[in-house]
């Protein structure tokens, strides 16, 4: 039995992943997936492919490419989920603050440096014509860090998620002023490249087996059901949220990759640009 290391958000995204090694699919190919939530997000699982601490993340398109151009010496294997994520902007439910205009030049939580939460604000400050260099960010780690600096007044907003918010919306501890979609795929497969060179054949079994269950996720049958009650959610909102979401089983597009880079450019997050080869590797 090959022991691999995987991590990824507790999110519902990541249910085909969590059906797939409870089914035991992996285990009868020989594979131990062991699973690990981050909380924390993309940083944080930046930080672990970099480390050695996981072998794969499920992992935010603009921050690992951030990383990697960075450094980060992990690869590109796959989207995971092709639609967009739909980011929502969130005050405190009590916050003077009432639309998205009030919010420029005010602090935003973030779970890390380089997180989705952190390069999505310059995303979302771009589209309001803001100048990105008076933004000011706060640490938070987690939701519930976001949650105690929203109500605290150490931070004024908190971009995350639109439907893995939405409890704390429904209970009136947040409140929802605004969305902000990514301009590209949500989600993509990353793998260290020291992994990637020796375990190949692995790999292509790991995908064949999670692409096989996500090709058919939506027609499982309750899956609404099952969705909303592992992730806390109304069951409409599971249902709008499966509308709207679209699994891939194919690699990075090399335009898409471009347009990703070249707006990380324009907006400083990145000062240079890797090429399709560095950041992209087909299995």
Known sequence: MKTIKIAGVPEHFNLPWQLCIENGEFENEGIDLQWTDIPEGTGKMCQM??????DIAIILTEGIVKDIVGGNPSSIVQVYVESPLIWGIHVAANSKFKTLPDLENTKAAISRLGSGSHLMAYVNAQNQNWDTNNLQFEVVNTID???????????????????????????GIFRRVAECPTPWPCFVIAVRNEFLEHNKQTLFLILDIINNTTTEFKEIPSIDRTL????????????????????????????????????????????????????????
Request: glycine share 4%.
């Open 228 to 283: 909303a009650s592992k992730y806390n959610q109304q069951l409409q909102d599971i249902q709008e949220w499966l509308s709207l979401t679209k699994w891939s089983q194919k690699t990075l597009d090399e335009k898409v990759l471009n347009k990703i880079q070249n707006q990380l450019f324009d907006l400083k997050i990145i000062d240079k640009k890797g090429t399709f080869a560095e950041i992209v590797k087909a299995i």
């Open 49 to 54: 492919l970099r480390d050695g601490e996981t």
């Open 145 to 171: 860090g976001a949650v105690e600096a929203l109500t605290n007044g150490s931070a004024d907003y908190f971009m995350w998620e639109r439907f893995m918010t939405k409890p704390l919306v429904d209970k």
